[in-house]
């Protein structure tokens, strides 16, 4: 009954590497969300997509690609990794982007560059 | 912009304890106000939120009141357990700002039985 799924939960990998996080949510939610969790626990928005269109796009480096294959997922790409890129990633969701709405978090994807 | 300001951590209380996390924030509109809290490990949950001027937010024996005067949202327990040892965020979202969520650094709470 997850109500916002992540896979995978860790990810270890070399850098230069390209790799995807994937995020599903079955709360019927029009809106969702990436965040970066750093290593001193700092959280910041990186993407917000709404039904599928891109809305926030916090000037994160192209590297990093979201991907909405429809209102139920939000995919993460990233192309040639790097160590600073080593975080915990957190999808979430809400009902709506017009107001300001619960963000329902996923459990994280803990990504190690090496 | 937007911005959350926490007290720093980490906080550590005997159990029973009184305790307060203090949190300000600064906005050009009229934000919702929500504290998330971080157990080991794990993603983050809502433990309250408040979406307008003096609205109180309560669950799980914890309250925070959105005080528009003095730009705060101070998360209070009457008496913690070991069980609340966890990260506590405070933060911000406004509907103008995409309803992205803007956070405090975090404070950690250690709770000693």
């Known amino acids: 009954d997850t109500a916002v799924s992540q896979t995978p939960k860790y990810l270890v990998t070399q850098m230069g590497n390209d790799k995807s996080i994937k995020c599903e949510q079955n709360?019927?939610?029009?809106?969702m969300y990436w965040y970066k969790q750093d290593s001193k626990k700092f959280l910041k928005i990186m993407f917000s997509?709404?039904?599928?269109?891109?809305?926030i796009n916090e000037t994160v480096p192209n590297r990093f690609s979201p991907k909405s294959p429809d209102k139920a997922h939000l995919n993460l790409h990233i192309n040639s990794l790097e160590l600073g890129d080593s975080a915990v990633y957190f999808c979430?969701?809400?009902?709506?982007?017009?107001?300001?709405?619960?963000?329902?978090f996923g459990p994280g994807t803990r990504l190690t560059v090496l | 912009g937007n911005s959350v300001t926490q007290m720093e951590g980490p906080v550590t209380l005997s159990e029973e304890a009184f305790l307060t996390i203090n949190c300000t924030y600064t906005?050009?509109?009229?934000?919702?106000l929500f504290w998330y809290v971080q157990y080991p490990g794990e993603g983050l949950q809502l433990l309250l939120k408040?979406?307008?001027?003096?609205d109180k937010g309560s669950n799980k024996g914890f309250e925070a009141t959105y005080r528009k005067e003095t730009t705060s949202f101070h998360l209070e327990k009457g008496s913690v357990q070991v069980s609340d040892s966890a990260v506590y965020f405070c933060?911000?979202?406004?509907?103008?700002?995409?309803?992205?969520?803007?956070f405090g650094a975090g404070t950690i709470l250690r709770v000693k039985s």
């Open positions: 979430a969701s809400s009902q709506a982007q017009g107001a300001p709405d619960t963000q329902y």
């Open positions: 709360l019927g939610h029009d809106t």
């Open positions: 997509y709404n039904n599928k269109e891109l809305i």
């Open positions: 906005a050009t509109g009229y934000p919702s």
């Open positions: 408040a979406t307008k001027a003096d």
């Open positions: 933060a911000l979202s406004d509907h103008r700002g995409g309803n992205k969520l803007v």
